[in-house]
């Protein structure tokens, strides 16, 4: 089962789970609600632990989490469930060999009305005597020790639950909700860490292309790549969190354009295509009617797509200069958008999109942001896959800022495309003096190679 089949089964067990929790605390037990959703939560949890088993869900900050991924898109349906064994103390719940519909009732039973602080150390004991014996219960900290801490601010792992946090963004808008701006303040400042602790890995994750989720994958990636250039002209460490809520709602106006145009198969008609010029003003009448929305991120989803020279859009009278905040947030949207794959192109490699970008200097994009966008990004960025003049294929694995098109590279495949037992390091950038120096002749399509790039990244 490929992972993203996976996540979804596990959503779907989560979400009955909850409910099973919700409807056990309004009916009692063999009430016909009660059944009918006991009913649905054993088919889920039976999927679930068909694939993974012990099957567990952390409880971290009020969210389940899996594997050490917040699910923040069923945070409506699971908060109050999170909040009832936040209150009990409960951090982690382990299915294991799984095989009785009553003793899931029992397990939810006795946590609907087991006492709140009741930190017992035998409530396993008191579990067991209820007949549950498949289902354990943790009071686990997943924050008590700085290597579980470490886990989970793994890069990996941060992008994974921002793209989660996304999906409730998203969600939220289109059920006429209010954004989740604890939720859009907690992963800014998670990206922000992450960046400053391991810049290379991230904008290598930012190349990780998923066509089905663009419209989550793509704030997240403009949010890293405008935090990574942002570091290196910001040293107001509130204003860069500032900034990086603003990167993560730059493109928020997009949830209310109707998914027939935004997922269109083919090219837009006119009529679309002015649909889709007014998100930037759909943005800012969405967050000027939010609590707690800092007006930089106003400022920013109005003028992300302006242009340095305001030929974009929209037209706002009195702007005669973009926000210096605005012209990040443009270029690190534009190269996304130019290297990922839409319903009506095709994506270029990096190095091609930056090509192309370089032409538009001093029109669309600021000379002097842009000069840094690719000092940090190099030619050939981290996470690209490249082919070298021996025929091998490399990963690019960090860059130099004085060596552009001389990275430090992991080489993968051998020149018969064959995988090597044992990847190589070869830092291009110390051969010199070398006889038969490596060198890059071109970027290349991880999927074309039939490479999966996550397994290497």
């Not at 009913?39 to 694939?51: G, P, S």
């Not at 810049?199 to 949010?223: I, Q």
């Not at 027939?260 to 010029?277: A, R």
């Amino acid at each position: 089962m490929k992972p993203g089949e996976l996540k979804q089964i596990v959503k779907t067990c989560v979400k009955n789970l909850s409910l099973l929790f919700t409807e056990s605390g309004l009916y009692p037990p063999h009430h016909p609600n009660v059944i009918a959703q006991l009913k649905q939560t054993y088919a889920a949890l039976e999927t679930v632990t068909q694939q993974i088993d012990p099957f567990s869900l952390d409880i971290l900050e009020g969210s389940f989490v899996f594997e050490g991924i917040p699910l923040y898109e069923l945070k409506h349906v699971s908060e109050k469930t999170v909040q009832l064994l936040e209150s009990k103390s409960i951090g982690r719940i382990a299915f294991q060999g799984f095989g009785d519909p009553e003793e899931l009732n029992a397990f939810v039973q006795f946590i609907v009305t087991k006492t709140p602080g009741d930190s017992s150390p035998d409530l396993q004991a008191a579990l067991k005597a209820k007949g549950v014996a498949r289902i354990r219960v943790e009071q686990t900290d997943l924050w008590a020790t700085e290597q579980e801490r470490q886990k989970l601010l793994q890069p990996k792992k941060i992008y994974a639950g921002c793209i989660e946090a996304n999906k409730l963004i998203y969600n939220s808008v289109r059920a006429e909700q209010k954004i989740p701006m604890d939720i859009v303040a907690k992963i800014a400042k998670h990206l922000i860490s992450i960046v400053k602790s391991d810049f290379f890995s991230c904008v290598a994750l930012t190349g990780l292309r998923n066509y089905d989720e663009y419209k989550f994958t793509h704030p997240a990636n403009v949010a890293i790549l405008s935090i990574a250039l942002a570091v290196n002209v910001l040293d107001n460490d509130s204003l860069l969190e500032r900034f990086a809520q603003a990167a993560l709602l730059h493109d928020i106006g997009l949830a209310l354009i109707p998914n027939t145009v935004l997922n269109k198969q083919g090219k837009l008609t006119d009529e679309e295509w002015q649909m889709i010029k007014q998100h930037p003003l759909l943005g800012v009448e969405l967050l000027e009617r939010q609590e707690r929305v800092d007006l930089l991120a106003v400022v920013i989803a109005a003028e992300h797509q302006m242009k340095h020279d305001l030929s974009g859009y929209p037209k706002i009278g009195g702007i005669i200069q973009l926000h210096p905040l605005s012209e990040i947030v443009n270029i690190a949207s534009a190269y996304d958008a130019i290297t990922s794959a839409h319903a009506y192109k095709q994506p270029l490699l990096a190095d091609k999109a930056l090509g192309l970008m370089l032409q538009m200097v001093g029109c669309d994009f600021d000379p002097q942001y842009f000069k840094i966008f690719v000092q940090m990004m190099g030619i050939y960025p981290p996470g690209g896959f490249v082919r070298l003049n021996t025929g091998e294929i490399a990963l690019t694995k960090r860059v130099y800022p004085n060596a552009l098109l001389q990275p430090e590279i992991k080489i993968l495949l051998d020149a018969a495309g064959r995988a090597i037992d044992e990847p190589r390091f070869a830092n291009l950038y110390e051969q010199q003096g070398d006889a038969s120096p490596l060198v890059i002749q071109e970027m290349v399509d991880p999927t074309s190679l039939g490479i999966d790039p996550l397994e290497f990244i």
